[in-house]
């Protein structure tokens, strides 16, 4: 069993920072990679960021420049943190961790979520 802790939103003006965190606990053998996606209202859940166990991080062209992701091996945590923040990245964001278990089986959990609004 996998548990995912998340923290950090809540509602902030234009321009803005907020950091997410996210910590993982549970039969995780291995992390191999942390994710953040988010889904504003009426629309799908899109792909944020990622960062691998090494360290190599993908972030997605609309958050590019603002956003980075970072993790702390140690603690299992994966974190956001977004400046300049717009209303359009108002969504629930959710983290994923994409990990392997003690029968050396791949799997993926999702965090609850935790809710972002930023206000013009």
């Known amino acids: 069993q996998v548990q995912l802790v998340e923290s950090g939103g809540g509602l902030v003006q234009a321009g803005g920072s907020l950091r997410l965190s996210c910590a993982a606990s549970g039969s995780i053998f291995r992390i191999n990679a942390m994710a953040w996606y988010r889904q504003a209202p009426g629309k799908s859940r899109e792909l944020v960021a990622t960062i691998t166990s090494g360290g190599g991080t993908s972030i997605a062209d609309s958050v590019k420049g603002r956003f980075t992701i970072s993790r702390d091996n140690a603690k299992n945590t994966v974190y956001l943190q977004m400046n300049s923040l717009k209303p359009e990245d108002t969504a629930d964001y959710y983290c994923?961790?994409?990990?392997?278990?003690?029968?050396?089986?791949?799997?993926?959990?999702w965090g609850q979520g935790t809710q972002v609004t930023v206000s013009s």
């Open positions: 994923r961790v994409d990990y392997t278990n003690y029968k050396n089986i791949r799997l993926y959990y």
